[in-house]
């Protein structure tokens, strides 16, 4: 079966300092891979999606920055984190054909301070 | 583009008592309609889905029917438990495949 992990679960982090957030799916090939985050308001913004290895797709200008390095591998990061980075992140998955909804991970609550 | 508009929240219910929460959405062709529900401190778990027009979802007690007329994928509970409070998102996928669209998330808060 497939299985979809976000790590780590939360992270205290000042400001200036880098980021980075893994995500990794099991048990399928050739995923899409999609990046959210989650602000104070609940609702849900997407940050990056990616078809494939080395394919990113941003979809809003941020301090943030995606890579795929290997099919099953999603990473999320920034060089200097701001305290407007602060969030719940998610990630998650599916596959193109089948009309099916997406897979999330548990998350990531992230806190800048 | 296309759109999904949730009721807002929060909604306060007592136990046993009947749930809707509104869904309404704007798309071209016939999209995927999803509810998810996060839980406090956890991601979305995907709770039911329809495909076509009067399809119905259903899934530990919830119940929504595609409604192409009315462009609406309203959420139904007859009885809601405490342990039913959580985040509701509404959300729909184009008949192209591809990105899911969310509502903005409707809280539900369940008093015993």
């Known amino acids: 079966s497939q299985t979809i992990h976000q790590w780590p679960a939360t992270l205290v982090q000042p400001v200036g300092s880098p980021l980075s957030l893994e995500c990794t799916v099991e048990?399928?090939?050739?995923?899409?891979l999609y990046w959210y985050r989650q602000a104070a308001g609940r609702g849900l913004q997407l940050l990056f999606y990616s078809i494939g290895i080395g394919q990113i797709s941003s979809e809003v200008p941020q301090n943030l920055s995606a890579s795929r390095p290997q099919d099953r591998q999603f990473i999320l990061s920034s060089k200097k984190l701001l305290l407007s980075d602060s969030g719940f992140y998610l990630c998650a998955w599916h596959h193109l054909r089948g009309n099916y909804g997406y897979t999330f991970g548990s998350g990531t609550r992230l806190t800048v301070v | 583009g296309d759109s999904v508009t949730q009721m807002e929240g929060p909604v306060t219910l007592s136990e046993e008592a009947f749930l809707t929460i509104n869904c309404t959405y704007t798309?071209?062709?016939?999209?995927?309609l999803f509810w998810y529900v996060q839980y406090p401190g956890e991601g979305l778990q995907l709770l039911l889905k329809a495909t076509k027009a009067d399809d119905k979802g259903s899934n530990k007690g919830f119940e929504a029917t595609y409604r192409k007329e009315t462009t609406s994928f309203h959420l139904e509970k007859g009885s809601v438990q405490v342990s039913d409070s959580a985040v509701y998102f509404c959300?729909?996928?184009?008949?192209?495949?591809?990105?899911?669209?969310f509502g903005q998330g409707t809280e539900l808060s369940v008093k015993p």
């Open positions: 048990g399928t090939s050739n995923p899409n």
């Open positions: 798309a071209t062709g016939y999209p995927s």
């Open positions: 959300a729909l996928r184009g008949n192209q495949g591809g990105k899911l669209i």
